[in-house]
């Protein structure tokens, strides 16, 4: 038996089964909560030694270790993914939006554009319309069952309007592709070309499975300009509630006044529990992450051969990285207040609405597996089941095209 395969039982106040959360959001508190995108595993022990440490020490007085930070996060990074980094030229921040946003303000004025490429990260649209700026949609394309950027759209975009950034996702959430070399350089010489910095969010980029390579923005050639948004341990080992954020600028120039941006703010320094929690992880967890990539891999194994198999029906994008998968729902033939019933109220099952991620995919949902197989399995099997058997008669036709069941 596999660590990750434990049930947690340990009662909580986690948002993802928050019942005033459920209820808002999906009309139902009687479902599977797996919208949020945070882990149902125990975190690694040297972490929990390492938070234990500091709470039987029973005294909290001033302490900062920002210096050992930077270094975990710089060896990390040299060992796992061949990146060579500064450690002066981190930034900490209280998270990574935090960070994003603080950057959208260095880097552009109000009514500028920030270029996204959607379906993505549905808090990228608030972090930069509440700075004022607006959002320039580009739509990735499929080809071939497979997502890809839509280059010559990005051209014509970054030619003709007023963009002074792009907000990257790599890996991508949630689509799950891990953006490879060629695409990301392909990517920096256009903004180079048009004298735009890409803002890269890399949290994801410890989970990425076999066939498929990280790349970080600051690795490719001409990079120098563009920034990656490092994230945080969070991610990677499930810390969400705990972690700060991590800027690398290798810009000097941008560097510099970034951080009196943020300096200026107080907003440079976290408490030592994230601190050691965070050195912990980079520097003794390795063992915990390679466990669970395979554990991961198996679950989303296990997925593509149910789908495949029972679920004809529903297309999956099986990921490259991160522990989101992108199904949709388009084949059922279901109108958007139809699916969500049958989804919410038959299924039992609280995904993410695939509109949030960009407002033409209610056809598509996100679903977090990082949880035990045998509950992934049963949301599955939840999820036959209802297809199936097809809407039940509580259905209001009213609220859509389908056809309900014959009582």
Same mark, same amino acid.
């Given at each position: 038996m596999s660590q990750f395969d434990k049930i947690q039982t340990v009662k909580n106040n986690f948002a993802k089964s928050n019942p005033n959360y459920l209820k808002g959001m999906f009309g139902a508190t009687d479902v599977m909560p797996l919208w949020i995108a945070d882990? +149902? @595993?125990?975190?690694?022990?040297?972490?929990?030694e390492a938070l234990q440490k500091l709470v039987t020490r029973n005294i909290y007085a001033y302490e900062f270790n920002t210096g050992e930070v930077f270094?975990?996060?710089?060896?990390?990074? /040299?060992?796992? #993914?061949? =990146?060579? /980094?500064?450690?002066?030229?981190f930034v900490q921040v209280s998270g990574v939006l935090t960070g994003i946003g603080i950057l959208i303000r260095e880097l552009s004025k109000?009514?500028?554009? !920030? =270029?996204?490429?959607?379906?993505?990260?549905h808090q990228f649209f608030k972090v930069i319309e509440s700075s004022g700026r607006k959002v320039i949609h580009n739509k990735l394309k499929v080809d071939d069952g497979h997502y890809q950027m839509d280059f010559e759209d990005i051209e014509r975009k970054l030619k003709t309007l007023n963009i002074k950034a792009i907000l990257l996702c790599n890996p991508h959430n949630p689509i799950g592709r891990v953006w490879t070399k060629e695409e990301l350089q392909k990517l920096v010489n256009l903004a180079n070309l048009y004298d735009v910095t890409i803002i890269s969010d890399?949290? #994801?980029?410890?989970?990425?499975?076999?066939?498929?390579? @990280?790349?970080?923005?600051?690795?490719?050639?001409?990079?120098?300009?563009? !920034?990656?948004?490092?994230?945080?341990p969070a991610k990677t080992f499930g810390m969400q509630s705990i972690s700060n954020g991590y800027l690398?600028?290798?810009?000097?120039?941008? /560097?510099? *006044?970034?951080?009196?941006? !943020?300096?200026? /703010?107080?907003?440079?320094?976290?408490?030592i529990h994230s601190a050691n929690a965070t050195i912990a992880a980079y520097t003794k967890g390795e063992e915990w992450l390679n466990d669970l990539l395979i554990? =991961?891999?198996?679950?989303?194994?296990?997925?593509?051969?149910?789908?495949k198999n029972e679920l004809p029906e529903v297309t999956l994008f099986k990921p490259e990285g991160t522990y989101q998968i992108w199904l949709d729902f388009s084949k059922l033939n279901l109108s958007d207040a139809a699916l969500k019933y049958l989804v919410v109220n038959?299924? &039992?099952?609280? =995904?993410?609405?695939?509109d949030w991620f960009e407002g033409s995919h209610t056809q598509f949902m996100r679903m977090n597996v990082a949880s035990p197989l045998s509950k992934i399995q *049963?949301?599955? #099997? *939840?999820?036959? &089941?209802?297809?199936?058997?097809?809407? +039940?008669?509580?259905?209001?036709?009213?609220?859509?095209?389908?056809?309900?069941?014959s009582c």
């Open positions: 882990m +149902d @595993f125990e975190i690694a022990k040297p972490i929990q270094k975990s996060i710089s060896d990390w990074n /040299l060992k796992r #993914h061949q =990146l060579q /980094l500064n450690p002066k030229s109000e009514g500028d554009g !920030i =270029l996204v490429q959607t379906p993505v990260y890399e949290i #994801h980029s410890d989970i990425v499975y076999s066939g498929s390579k @990280f790349n970080s923005i600051v690795s490719l050639n001409n990079s120098e300009k563009h !920034i990656a948004v490092l994230g945080s690398y600028i290798s810009n000097q120039k941008t /560097l510099k *006044q970034v951080k009196h941006t !943020i300096g200026s /703010l107080y907003l440079d320094h976290g408490s554990y =991961l891999e198996k679950t989303m194994d296990w997925i593509e051969d149910f789908v038959q299924a &039992k099952l609280a =995904l993410t609405p695939g *049963q949301a599955f #099997h *939840q999820l036959k &089941k209802a297809i199936d058997e097809g809407l +039940d008669c509580s259905f209001n036709e009213t609220e859509s095209n389908t056809d309900c069941c």
